[in-house]
């Protein structure tokens, strides 16, 4: 009669683990070839699902929209398409940038033309011996003359400082979001050139200094 050897339970354990081990990791292999399918490589994996959780709230609440200009994840461009996981902009010197919603939704969002109007901050200073009631009449007639600046609301003239070198105005009209810069750029030229025609200066920062030489028989003294 044949006797029966005695399996060894070590071994047997040790069998089952290695095939467990081998059906995990083909089991992980074809998980990983589905999702390569449902994710294609410019789309995020799992692991960065958390985006996808800030991409919905950015499609629900709209703080930004396609052609916005905004300032977002450290960077600051006009919108070229929102998806789930990640932001397209375009910066002003017209680099594409992608960011992860995560980062968007996780900061300061500046949407630059998100209003309908903004206004112009601008700052023009003149000599203290100009005349300050024809620097102001000069202003207001560059203002009053341009053709997108904004009647309502009116716009601010005022003296806002006496500089070191200079008495200082703030000038703050209002336009339209898209005429910011328009309207930036003709009144700084206009106001420089009439300045120019009516006599007032803008001035450049200045420092006197007063040197004063002692007699050479002070300067023997003083040793």
């Not at 292999?29 to 950015?58: E, M, Y």
């Not at 003149?126 to 007639?141: C, G, M, R, T």
């Not at 328009?182 to 200094?209: A, H, L």
Request: proline share 6%.
């Amino acid at each position: 009669m044949r006797r029966l050897r005695r399996s060894d339970p070590q071994a047997a354990s040790t069998g089952f683990a290695s095939v467990s081990r081998a059906r995990a990791s083909e089991g992980l292999s074809k998980i990983r070839w589905q999702l390569s399918a449902l994710f294609p490589r410019d789309i995020p994996p799992p692991s960065s699902w958390t985006g996808g959780a800030s991409g919905v709230l950015i499609l629900i609440f709209r703080p930004i929209h396609i052609g916005d200009l905004v300032e977002a994840g450290g960077y600051l461009g006009r919108i070229s398409d929102i998806s789930i996981f990640v932001t397209t902009m375009n910066t002003l010197d017209n680099q594409k940038i992608i960011i992860p919603n995560s980062m968007i939704t996780g900061d300061v969002i500046n949407n630059v033309n998100g209003n309908g109007t903004r206004r112009v901050d601008m700052m023009f200073g003149i000599s203290y011996e100009d005349d300050i009631a024809k620097a102001q009449s000069v202003l207001e007639d560059v203002v009053k003359a341009h053709p997108q600046v904004l009647k309502s609301p009116e716009p601010v003239i005022r003296v806002h400082e006496l500089a070191d070198s200079s008495v200082n105005f703030v000038c703050r009209p209002w336009v339209n979001t898209a005429d910011y810069w328009t309207v930036y750029w003709d009144v700084t030229r206009q106001v420089k050139e009439n300045f120019d025609r009516q006599g007032i200066s803008i001035p450049f920062p200045q420092q006197e200094i007063h040197v004063h030489q002692l007699k050479a028989a002070e300067q023997k003294q003083a040793a």
